[in-house]
């Protein structure tokens, strides 16, 4: 509610010469007087009525109906300056109908000197009475506060009194609970006893009636029944008693339950009033956080009007320039009076009288100067302290310039800093791919690492179950596996041999650096090899599901999309495809089309294998696609797994019929050294290979048998081949090696997994198996190359 207006209007200076000042002074009728009026209070504390009208006083509004706010507590009237008051009071020029009577310029000079000191008072108690309403706000607000912090200290205590009090209430409740429960035994077992008494009466009746027979036989025994069923009897009323206490005991325990549960339930209902209590006074403590933003916003109201009297000071500087231009006017003219005064004493004198009045003029003149000599030092004493804040202001806004010009210089430095820091993060990850690349290899383009998988619950454990062991010497510790076989012992070593022990994280550590050789640009081909049984599947995908069961084909998505990420930061971008087939009898199957794999064909569709000039595999009418996440892979090997061909044999219950080939394609583009790679990463999973005598195949499972050998027969023949470096390699002898052509003789990086089983049934397929990948280890192919180019501008300006 805004404060009461009082129709007083403020005094105008009478002057009946004046019409022009009477015009210009219009807007001074428009003044009111007004008073704050006193904050109602309850208890010794402000309520809200009081904080609304010290907001609306709070808020001055500088319209010609709005009345300026007093000292609180003060009823001293004032006078209000709107904006456009205080305009035309600075727009204001003093006009006289004579510019040689100096006793009307003085008059008016005076009565335009007393209403800026007015306007000048009217904003400095508004300043006062902003902050003092402030003060008092905060002090209200700091009071409220603490008691609130008070009352929820108390609140706090009290819950924490009334759970000690319901926690004890419920301790006693089970004490009660354990006791009752314990006189309810004590009182079947008293039934019981009672029970065998009965019994044992009947008994003893049953024996009296006999013994009355025998009366006459033995009167000794007759004698000693009767006193037993004495003692009986006394013990049947003794335990009638004992029941009869115990039901009373119940009852009473009945009833301390009933009262203890109503005590429990009024100490609930008081701690739900001090919940409530608690509440009210929260929202007692958001309404006093708001209105002290409001005061916050009156503050800066008031420094909005502060900035407004700093340029009224400017304008009034220029108005006294202008007084000082006129007194200057003013003296001159005095000084030709004077002058003119001189000639009339030297040249007439005649007229002494109207000598004196020429004297009683000049120190009428002289007396006003006076006055205005001393207004003039007031001003000038006002406009020297204005200077001195407008002297602090400017040294506040160059301290304030200078602290900017130091943060945009430190900005700059910390730019050219990011920048170098940016070029040297580029040119050591050149460096780093080049030292990459120079270590895998010396390592050797085509290694060979070996994984023994554990004993099997169904695997047959003999006398000869240690037949695989490992080396423990320094040279070949780690890298070295022994098989006996016939009393004979078979050594071989390959880059690293991975005992039964070894998880899936540690194998797949040895291979993370192949993974991003893909990423610098690199082809690279990492392949499971063994018989069937021996845990090539679990090796390359394992249990997706399993965090610590997870294959490499798993692992390798997860490593490759983390690193992607993280190379975001130096201007890489890269896009990612997928493609998954199986060499089934040697047919390709494309895993992701959606045919069904029971049937023979592949939905009408023939797949050839191309090899273009730079030694890229592409494969027809294969179903490729863009995946920009792991799980989106993830849930493709899912619908592969769906579709692979798989079959029962005697080696294996659920073995892999056929060769499944995993194809990732890397396209990374840097938009800031505008290069590009192209890498490839084939993750294969070759069908087991087998015997026929063992595996027991007939029908469909004999020909896929017979496929597979056929196929990795044609894998060892190209070995071979390369091992001797002939001249013809039979790559087209089957789709198998004919696929991984450009990954065994090309200019990739290849990595073979072979597999071995322990038990010693298995002994000969595994050394057949590491003589195969010991001729694999040592062969030699052609130095990898990366497929990096740059963009020409056309490709700039397109992408652009």
């Known amino acids: ?131 003092t309403q402030q003060a008092s706000l905060r002090t209200l607000l700091d009071s409220a506060e603490k008691k609130c912090n008070e009352m929820e200290m108390l609140m706090k205590a009290k819950e924490e009194e009334l759970n000690s009090i319901i926690m004890e209430l419920r301790k006693t409740i089970e004490a009660l609970q354990e006791k009752c429960a314990k006189e309810e035994s004590a009182k079947l077992e008293a039934m019981d006893s009672f029970s065998r008494e009965k019994e044992a009466r009947d008994a003893v ?12 036989r033995s009167q000794q025994d007759n004698s000693s029944a009767n006193q037993k069923i004495q003692s009986l009897n006394e013990m049947y009323k003794r335990l009638q008693e004992y029941n009869t206490s115990l039901q009373q005991y119940n009852s009473k325990l009945q009833s301390e339950l009933a009262s203890t549960n109503e005590t429990l339930k009024r100490v609930e209902k008081e701690k739900a009033a001090v ?58 003219q005095v000084q030709v009076l004077n002058a003119e005064l001189q000639k009339c004493k030297e040249c007439t004198g005649k007229s002494v009288a109207e000598l004196e009045n020429m004297s009683v003029r000049a120190n009428e003149l002289e007396a006003q100067c006076l006055s205005q000599s001393e207004q003039i030092i007031r001003l000038q004493e006002k406009l020297t302290f204005a200077e001195k804040r407008l002297q602090m202001s400017d040294m506040s806004a160059l301290e304030t310039k200078t602290e900017y010009e130091e943060q945009k210089k430190m900005i700059f430095d910390l730019q050219q800093r990011l920048a170098d820091a940016e070029t040297k993060v580029v040119e050591g990850e050149k460096l780093r791919k080049k030292l990459h690349n120079t270590i895998l290899e010396l390592k050797g383009n085509i290694r060979v690492f070996c994984r023994v998988r554990p004993l099997l619950s169904e695997d047959c454990v003999s006398a000869e179950a240690n037949a695989i062991s490992f080396p423990t010497s320094m040279e070949a510790q780690g890298r070295g596996i022994d098989v006996a076989q016939n009393g004979q012992k078979h050594s071989f070593t390959f880059d690293k041999v991975f005992t039964p022990e070894a998880s899936q994280q540690d194998v797949f550590v040895e291979i993370s650096q192949l993974v991003q050789s893909a990423l610098d640009g690199y082809k690279v081909c990492i392949f499971a090899y063994g018989q069937t049984g021996s845990g090539k599947t679990h090796t390359m995908m394992g249990n997706p599901e399993s965090p610590d069961n997870k294959g490499l084909i798993p692992r390798t998505l997860e490593q490759v999309f983390e690193t992607r990420q993280s190379l975001q930061a130096q201007g890489w971008k890269y896009e990612m495809q997928v493609s998954m087939l199986e060499i089934y009898n040697e047919t390709i199957r494309d895993l992701l089309s959606g045919f069904d794999a029971s049937r023979p064909e592949n939905g009408g569709k023939q797949y050839t294998i191309k090899h273009d000039v730079n030694g890229n595999t592409h494969v027809s ?3 490729i696609v863009d995946v920009h996440s792991s799980s989106k892979v993830s849930s493709l090997l899912r619908r592969a797994a769906q579709s692979r061909s798989v079959g029962k044999t005697q080696m ?71 091992a001797k470096k002939e001249e013809h390699v039979p790559f087209r002898n089957s789709k198998l090696t004919y696929l991984l052509q450009p990954c065994l003789g090309g200019d990739s990086k290849t990595l073979m997994f072979v597999n071995v089983a322990p038990d010693p049934s298995s002994t000969g397929e595994s050394l057949c198996s590491l003589r195969f990948a010991a001729r694999v280890n040592a062969c030699e192919i052609g130095i990898p190359r990366r497929q990096t180019s740059m963009r020409s501008l056309d490709s700039r300006l397109s992408i652009g």
């Not at 004032?78 to 205080?86: G, I, M, R």
């Not at 004999?702 to 597979?708: D, H, P, R, V, Y």
């Open 1 to 131: 509610m805004a404060p009461p207006r009082n129709q007083n209007k403020a005094p105008i200076p009478s002057s009946p010469s004046n019409s022009k000042y009477a015009t210009d002074e219009i807007s001074v009728d428009k003044k009111r007087k007004i008073a704050i009026p006193r904050m109602p209070t309850t208890a010794g504390r402000p309520t809200r009525q009081a904080f609304a009208v010290v907001n609306a006083v709070a808020q001055p509004d500088l319209t010609p109906t709005s009345g300026p706010p007093s000292t609180a507590g003060s009823d001293s009237p004032a006078f209000e300056f709107t904006k456009e008051d205080v305009e035309a009071l600075l727009a204001e020029k003093l006009k006289t109908k004579n510019k040689f009577n100096t006793k009307e310029k003085c008059d008016l000079m005076s009565e335009y000197i007393r209403r800026l000191k007015l306007c000048v008072k009217w904003f400095q108690q508004l300043q006062d009475n902003h902050v």
């Open 205 to 216: 009746e049953k024996l009296q009636a006999s013994v009355s027979e025998e009366l006459k």
């Open 275 to 332: 919940v409530e209590n608690l509440s009210t006074l929260r929202g007692h403590y958001t309404s006093l956080q708001e209105q002290l933003s409001s005061s916050r916003s009156v503050q800066d109201e008031a420094v909005k009007q502060k900035e407004t009297l700093a340029n009224e000071v400017g304008c009034l500087r220029a108005d006294l320039q202008k007084m000082r231009d006129e007194r200057d006017q003013q003296l001159y």
């Open 621 to 623: 009418d294969l179903t």
């Open 652 to 722: 294996n219950e659920n073995s892999s019929r056929s060769h499944f080939v995993f194809t990732l394609r890397i396209s990374g583009v840097n938009e800031s050294t505008e290069q590009q790679v192209q890498g490839v990463l084939n993750l294969i999973d070759l069908a087991g290979s087998e015997r026929l005598s063992k595996s027991g195949s007939t029908g469909d499972r004999l020909k896929e048998t017979q496929a597979i050998n056929k196929s990795l027969s044609s894998l060892s023949d190209v070995i071979f081949a390369l």
